[in-house]
């Protein structure tokens, strides 16, 4: 199994990133890619496509004829957070929200603040007020502490803070956003071993923007029609951290996600990759509908692709205090995001077993039909008596 790379995920992890505002997460993910010398190229919508060098490299993969399935990874590298709006008082900024969040003890709750160069400070919330639903912050007043620099309200972005970006205790990490940066690491990891390897296997990352209001740079990405026109099939491979859930437990391994909330997954690629699961990670991943939340893996299925889907559990997930632990307000209050470094080994394990040549993507139910027949051959004398 793959260990770990410490140092490239805490590079990912320390960055501030926001809906529409991946600018540090995406920088940091090119930097990698530089170092190792894979291609990469931005789509029309700035998601990071991993892999190819251009949309035409892109459109030769995809129109190559060949029976193995074009594999596009797809991570995100946003998470829940706000964007600045005005400065109301000297000291004191009003906020809007984007996507999920914790809904209770929100005031007094510590902030990181950033700007397109980095982190520029911290801030308490002041105000919060809730949308319609009560299941999530719509916008606020943030009293902020030690800025940095100067800077225009509109150019602020930030979200919850903790202790630190993260940290270790045993095999948990703690950090201010789990969610998506662990996919978005496990996709660069898969391009980086495929490099390693000098594989020529039909490998595409999609690193997209603003997944967190409704996989906004996935859609776009789809919306360009580049995969219209592929002569050989595709399977989309949605990488997520999930809401943990009875059967999918922090620390006995990746998911082997059946479906999200709004849809199932393709039957016969689970299929292949569940008895691929079961051959890498025997009695170490585990299997279910997360149905915790909608990913991405719904888009890519929406607009056609078979879909397949990991998920790595997640605690206190879009930082609102389900599980509790260390920096965690009382329930439903801020909290660090958590997952077990043992699932993100198992992650990265699957991602690359996914790249093996030959795995029966044409014929996923071929091993379940011999174990039919065989069966059918068994009771052939007791059908034919009765009824
Ligand atoms: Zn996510």
């Known amino acids: 199994m ?27 993910a090119r930097a990698i890619l530089d170092e190792a010398k894979v291609p990469y190229f931005m789509d029309p919508a700035k998601n990071l496509v991993v892999g190819v060098k251009s949309k035409a490299e892109y459109s030769r993969l995809t129109k190559a004829k060949s029976p193995e399935p074009v594999r596009i990874f797809i991570a995100h590298t946003d ?73 225009k309200a509109a150019d602020l972005f930030g ?32 391009a980086l071993a495929l490099k390693a390897k000098k594989s020529k296997a039909p490998f595409i990352g999609l690193l997209t923007r603003a997944e967190e209001v409704g996989f906004i740079g996935a859609i776009a990405h789809f919306e360009l029609g580049w995969l219209k026109g592929a002569k050989r099939k595709l399977l989309a491979v949605s990488l997520e951290t999930s809401r943990t859930l009875p ?29 691929l699961a079961a051959r890498i990670l025997p009695g170490k991943h585990q299997r279910r509908i997360m149905d915790g939340g909608s990913c991405e893996g719904t888009a890519a299925t929406a607009y056609g692709i ?10 206190n997930y879009h930082n609102q205090s389900f599980e509790g ?29 996914i790249m093996a040549p030959k795995l029966p993507w044409n014929q996923p ?7 039919f027949k065989k069966s059918l051959k068994n009771y052939g004398k007791l059908l034919k008596t009765g009824p």
Do not use: C
């Open 2 to 28: 793959l260990p770990v790379n410490h140092t490239r995920l805490a590079k990912i992890l320390e960055k501030p990133t926001a809906p529409f505002r991946e600018g540090h997460v995406l920088a940091t």
């Open 79 to 151: 998470h829940p957070g706000f964007h600045g709006v005005e400065w109301v008082d000297a000291d004191l900024l009003a906020f809007k929200w984007h996507g999920g969040s914790p809904t209770a003890h929100l005031e007094g709750g510590k902030v990181w603040l950033a700007d397109s160069e980095g982190f520029v400070g911290y801030g308490r919330v002041e105000k919060a007020e809730m949308i319609e639903s009560g299941r999530a912050i719509d916008k606020g007043l943030i009293r902020v502490k030690d800025l940095r620099r100067q800077t």
């Open 159 to 190: 979200g919850f803070g903790f202790r630190d970006t993260h940290w270790r205790e045993g095999d948990l990490l703690y950090t201010k956003a789990a969610d998506d940066l662990i996919g978005v690491y496990a996709i660069l990891e898969t």
């Open 247 to 275: 059967g999918a437990e922090i620390g006995k391994g990746p998911v082997v996600r059946l479906g999200d909330r709004k849809s199932v997954f393709d039957s016969g690629g689970t299929q292949v990759f569940s008895d």
């Open 306 to 315: 078979p879909t397949i889907a990991i998920s790595v559990p997640l605690g």
């Open 325 to 353: 632990g260390p920096d965690a307000a009382p329930a439903n209050g801020p909290a660090p995001e958590f997952v077990s470094v043992a699932d993100i080994e198992g992650l990265t394990a699957l991602t690359q077993a």
């Open 365 to 371: 139910f071929s091993g379940t039909v011999a174990a």
